[in-house]
């Protein structure tokens, strides 16, 4: 746990970024495992959620300079 905390120094990005990806990919996921064939499961759409996720995880606080969130 340790080495996660260290990883995540930014939390109010990186949980902005996590939620906002979960909000994209959660009504993908749910077209997938319906059973309505109406419905569609697009994967560039569930992929750009998890990107987002990714962006939150990298990114660093606007409040934030580089030097509070140690980088060099």
Avoid: H, Y
């Amino acid at each position: 746990m340790g080495k996660l905390k260290a990883d995540i120094k930014n939390w109010r990005t990186t949980i902005l970024g996590i939620l906002g990806g979960i909000a994209i990919c959660v009504p993908q996921l749910i077209n997938l495992l319906d059973s309505d064939p109406a419905t569609v499961f697009q994967l560039s759409i569930f992929l750009a959620g998890l990107a987002a996720m990714g962006v939150g995880v990298a990114a660093k606080d606007g409040d934030k300079s580089s030097e509070d969130v140690g980088i060099k």
